[in-house]
């Protein structure tokens, strides 16, 4: 409704993390996704081990020769020790680090902070913002917040209650069709950090990629067509 009303985002376009591969093959892919313009990266960690950390710092040696950064996403998966470990290694690529996303699980949100504030790296919470409450109860949060829009309510008054964090939130898709990434947009402001949203939406069975060029989300390129197509797909199912 939305889009058939003529809103559209504050931009036209919008910055873009890219998701690599795990393992050796991040570095080949970075370094690929550089040329095409990509310059902020996000990495799943695995299993959190040694060899995946040093596997990680050879990555971030690389970055910070091309000027590029990474996200480093736990899921939640990492104790305190673990955490404390990964944080360290991270504050000595201070220049190609964007934030560690949510290294130990809900409801730690305190020892998060204390490691934050020890090591100087940027914590960002994910899986801790479940909804709407979750979000309110963590919006004083001195890291960075990990919003989805598609599961937070109304963009508008979302758009105004991040206001105050300055920039200091990374909005996420959640496998929207590409007709539910522009209602998610509404919800951005301005002041934003590389979007979490890059090829991680689909349409008609694959993935909307013609919107992601050149390290950024053309949203002037998402037309009411595309909600045409959509509502076509879910008729013909």
Same mark, same amino acid.
């Given at each position: 409704?939305?889009?058939?009303?003529?809103? *559209?985002?504050?931009? &036209?376009? $919008?910055?873009?993390? @890219? #998701?690599?591969?795990?393992?050796?093959? !991040? #570095?080949?892919?970075?370094?690929? *996704?550089?040329?095409?313009?990509?310059?902020?990266?996000?990495?799943?960690?695995? /299993?959190?081990?040694?060899?995946?950390?040093?596997?990680?710092?050879?990555?971030? /040696?690389?970055?910070?020769?091309?000027?590029?950064?990474?996200?480093?996403?736990?899921?939640?998966?990492?104790?305190?020790?673990?955490? =404390? *470990?990964?944080?360290?290694?991270?504050?000595?690529?201070?220049?190609?680090?964007? $934030?560690?996303?949510?290294?130990?699980?809900?409801?730690?949100?305190?020892?998060?902070?204390?490691?934050?504030?020890?090591?100087?790296?940027?914590?960002?919470? &994910?899986?801790?913002?479940?909804?709407?409450?979750?979000?309110?109860?963590?919006?004083?949060?001195?890291?960075?917040?990990?919003?989805?829009?598609?599961? !937070?309510? &109304?963009?508008?008054?979302?758009?105004?209650?991040?206001?105050?964090?300055?920039?200091?939130?990374?909005?996420?898709?959640?496998?929207?069709?590409?007709?539910?990434?522009?209602?998610?947009?509404?919800?951005?402001? /301005?002041?934003?950090?590389?979007?979490?949203?890059?090829?991680? @939406?689909?349409?008609?069975?694959? *993935? @909307?990629?013609?919107?992601?060029?050149?390290?950024?989300?053309? =949203?002037? !390129?998402?037309?009411?067509?595309?909600?045409?197509?959509?509502?076509?797909?879910?008729?013909?199912?």
């Amino acid at each position: 409704l939305a889009m058939l009303a003529g809103d *559209r985002p504050l931009r &036209d376009r $919008y910055p873009v993390a @890219c #998701l690599l591969p795990h393992g050796p093959q !991040a #570095l080949d892919t970075a370094q690929e *996704r550089i040329q095409a313009g990509h310059m902020t990266f996000k990495l799943k960690i695995i /299993d959190g081990s040694d060899h995946e950390r040093q596997q990680v710092e050879v990555l971030l /040696d690389e970055l910070e020769a091309t000027g590029g950064r990474l996200r480093v996403d736990a899921n939640g998966g990492l104790d305190t020790d673990h955490s =404390a *470990r990964w944080l360290r290694m991270l504050a000595r690529h201070d220049a190609a680090v964007d $934030y560690i996303e949510q290294p130990m699980r809900p409801g730690h949100e305190t020892e998060m902070q204390r490691l934050m504030e020890q090591y100087g790296v940027q914590i960002a919470l &994910d899986e801790s913002i479940t909804g709407p409450k979750a979000l309110q109860q963590h919006i004083a949060w001195p890291g960075i917040l990990v919003v989805k829009p598609a599961l !937070a309510g &109304d963009p508008a008054e979302l758009r105004d209650m991040l206001a105050v964090r300055q920039g200091k939130v990374v909005y996420s898709s959640a496998l929207e069709t590409v007709v539910g990434v522009h209602g998610a947009l509404l919800a951005v402001g /301005d002041n934003v950090r590389p979007l979490g949203f890059g090829l991680e @939406c689909w349409e008609d069975g694959d *993935r @909307c990629s013609p919107i992601v060029t050149s390290g950024h989300l053309d =949203a002037a !390129a998402i037309t009411p067509d595309h909600l045409a197509r959509v509502w076509s797909h879910i008729g013909s199912s």
